[in-house]
């Protein structure tokens, strides 16, 4: 790479903000050596060549995944860190009680002095990007400042970056500005800093990618949720599918889950064999920019241009397309190695692994051998139902919305809500159970609203009013739907096959949103019965399906005291009609 200042493109190319942010910050880190990056390939193999040779990186079998390597970040910096990551807002009740809150002048005083010299001896590194089709008037654009070549390789593959990035800068004049530094990878000294007011971000100290890849979760989710806000539109935790019927009909679905409740699955689904003619194509499996269309209809547009997914329990049992789609081209993070160099981990069936994330002779005694939140990072071309619709500038239109959450009893399979109002009220609701690997302790049911809990980048009360307030603007309005693949017996077995049987359920919505499919008015909402739903080819019990469609309306009353609750902690800020709905349902339930 450039071992003295590199532009990637004549000056008039350049904002004039943009040029002397760059050196403002080069001046406070004081690097060895400027490098604008243009995100060509050349640069990527010339970087990935190089990292090679400085075994930063390790070229993985080349017979049996091609253009496949694997980095080891340090053992302290695995996972987002979310107790150390902050909203700085001039006002604390903006960020409201679900995010962390640091007063913008003393967040920007502590970075700076973190930041202060921090790049001596290393490149910085300049990436222009854009969130969202180049030519797209819903994308959005940024330039992420950082010392770390994994990072640069990283937003290579997530972002569209480079000179195209530049120049929709230059002839925009705004864009998010996200500063990061791997600093010495010291716990004590690792803070992400959110300053929505300002468009910008500040990462010390981590080199993970949620952490340290600023496009993602940081600018696509906490930065552009505030984004959306001012301009009328949501920045959400979403997948995006299209589904095509047997009659060549193709509808467009968006999905929120919380984590290990099978969002990638469900992105990627494979239809079963028992429903011929149905196609699944991704537009996206993570984020989702959702924007009223002039006709009335919710469109959505997927920020990013690859995928950076969890690795363990991949395999073409679990999800054939994603395991297809990691075989080339791809950074893996923290996974195990095979005598044969080939990258392992839980959940991959064939060979056994030899060396562990860490690099160290493998041995079960010491834990896994890939850890548990290892990573692929691909790009979105590579999923062989990749949509051409994603880099359609108009995005998709979107004929329902889904949330959904890990729940042993209370929620049923699928219900579908009364009305907008009232689908915000089942979003804003939404609770998971988590695992063990997470808090310790498993089946503790969390609240994590739109599955936004660690991302929206203000105060969910205000997050809550503005997803009314989009809602009164569509005269098209989707359909609003709960999902529970995970509702189990008294003996603790899972009463839904999931996977690719999901299509059931979502083949139910798609007639509900056309032709009026049956259900049956309950107090939460309109539910299927079993002979609403494609049945064909399907072995679940008569007793489980009528345990997968009951409403238990002890264990609902008892819910609804519990999102009451919980909507409390807002005080003033939150929107009434949110507290009409719950009584409605309060009501309903008798």
């Not at 943009?18 to 604008?36: G, I, K, Q």
């Not at 107790?83 to 006002?91: A, G, I, L, P």
């Not at 003393?106 to 089709?133: N, Q």
Request: a neutral charge.
């Amino acid at each position: 790479m450039a071992t003295a200042p590199h532009l990637i493109a004549p000056l008039p190319l350049i904002s004039t903000e943009v040029a002397a942010w760059v050196e403002s910050v080069s001046a406070l880190t004081r690097p060895r050596a400027v490098h604008w990056c243009d995100g060509s390939q050349a640069e990527v193999r010339e970087l990935t060549a190089r990292l090679v040779r400085e075994r930063e990186l390790h070229q993985l079998n080349a017979e049996e995944f091609p253009g496949c390597y694997l980095y080891r970040s340090d053992p302290n910096d695995v996972a987002r860190v979310e107790h150390v990551t902050y909203v700085c807002t001039r006002s604390q009740e903006d960020a409201g009680p679900n995010n962390h809150w640091m007063a913008p002048a003393e967040a920007h005083d502590k970075m700076r002095a973190l930041f202060s010299g921090c790049m001596r001896e290393r490149t910085l590194y300049v990436i222009p990007y854009c969130m969202g089709p180049l030519d797209s008037p819903y994308a959005r654009c940024g330039v992420e400042i950082t010392d770390s070549p994994y990072v640069v390789l990283n937003m290579a593959i997530m972002t569209r970056s480079g000179r195209a990035a530049l120049e929709r800068i230059a002839r925009e004049g705004k864009f998010v500005r996200g500063l990061h530094s791997t600093g010495e990878l010291d716990p004590a000294r690792r803070f992400i800093m959110h300053f929505p007011e300002e468009l910008g971000i500040e990462s010390f100290g981590s080199g993970y990618g949620g952490n340290a890849l600023l496009g993602k979760k940081c600018h696509a989710l906490r930065i552009a949720s505030w984004q959306a806000r001012q301009e009328g539109w949501l920045a959400e935790h979403m997948l995006i599918v299209g589904l095509t019927n047997p009659q060549g009909e193709t509808h467009y679905l968006a999905a929120a889950f919380p984590s290990a409740c099978g969002k990638t699955n469900l992105a990627m689904l494979i239809p079963p064999q028992s429903m011929p003619g149905w196609k699944v194509e991704t537009v996206g499996d993570d984020i989702a920019w959702l924007h009223p269309g002039p006709d009335g209809r919710l469109w959505a547009v997927n920020p990013e241009a690859g995928y950076f997914g969890v690795v363990p329990g991949t395999n073409r049992d679990t999800n054939r397309n994603a395991f297809d789609m990691i075989r080339r081209d791809t950074l893996f993070t923290n996974v195990a190695l095979t005598a044969d160099d080939e990258p392992w981990w839980e959940g991959r069936k064939k060979f056994t692994p030899v060396l562990d994330w860490k690099g160290q002779p493998y041995d079960p005694k010491n834990g896994p051998a890939a850890h548990p939140n290892s990573r692929f990072t691909v790009a979105a071309r590579n999923n062989p139902i990749y949509s051409p619709r994603a880099d359609d500038p108009r995005g998709v239109p979107i004929s329902a919305l889904i949330f959904g959450g890990r729940r042993r009893e209370v929620a049923p399979l699928v219900y579908e809500a009364r009305n907008w109002q009232h689908g915000v009220l089942v979003g804003a609701s939404v609770a998971s159970e988590t695992t063990a690997a997470a808090v310790g302790q498993a089946g503790v049911v969390r609240r994590d609203p739109m599955a936004m809990l660690p991302f929206c980048g203000y105060n969910f009360a205000d997050y809550w009013r503005h997803w009314l307030e989009v809602g009164a603007k569509l005269t098209r309005a989707p359909k609003i739907y709960h999902v529970n693949w995970f509702r189990r017996d008294a003996q603790g077995r899972f009463l839904w096959p999931g996977y690719g049987e999901n299509l059931r359920v979502l083949a139910w919505m798609l007639d509900r949103c056309t032709v009026g499919a049956g259900a049956t008015e309950t107090p939460i909402g309109s539910l299927p019965r079993p002979a609403d739903l494609n049945m064909n080819g399907l072995d679940v019990t008569s007793e489980a399906l009528a345990a997968l469609f009951s409403v238990d309306r002890t264990l609902w009353r008892q819910e609804v005291a519990e999102i009451g609750d919980y909507f409390s902690r807002y005080g003033a800020r939150l929107p009434a009609e949110l507290l009409q709905e719950l009584a409605v349902t309060q009501k309903l339930l008798g």
